[in-house]
């Protein structure tokens, strides 16, 4: 699994002041930043089943689950897997939810 990704980011501003008189005053400022970053990963995990075209692959022993393109933790699945289902245009009943789940190790429940 591949997951490059890189970022960039800039900034700048001005301030102005004015006192009525003896003062006067006037500041400004700029910044810039630039990061970026790329990762590999491979390794072996349990296929828990298949949902579409797509293998659910658990990365034991991390909580995680992969499907396709999709990698959350396996809280997040549960909380969202209507949303990632209809996002992809994939229809998931809530019987094939819990068939997965439930060949989670328990701690993972």
Do not use: F
């Amino acid at each position: 699994m591949s997951d490059p990704g890189s970022g960039y980011g800039d900034g700048d501003g001005d301030g102005y002041g004015y006192g009525d008189g003896d003062g006067y005053g006037y500041g400004d400022g700029d910044g810039s930043g630039y990061g970026s970053g790329s990762g590999y990963g491979y390794g072996y995990g349990v296929t828990l089943g298949t949902v579409g075209n797509y293998d659910i692959l658990h990365p034991a022993p991390w909580p995680y689950l992969a499907i396709g393109c999709e990698v959350h933790s396996v809280e997040h699945w549960r909380e969202h897997w209507r949303e990632l289902a209809a996002k992809h245009g994939i229809d998931v009943s809530q019987a094939a939810v819990d068939d997965v789940l439930a060949k989670l190790p328990s701690p993972m429940l």
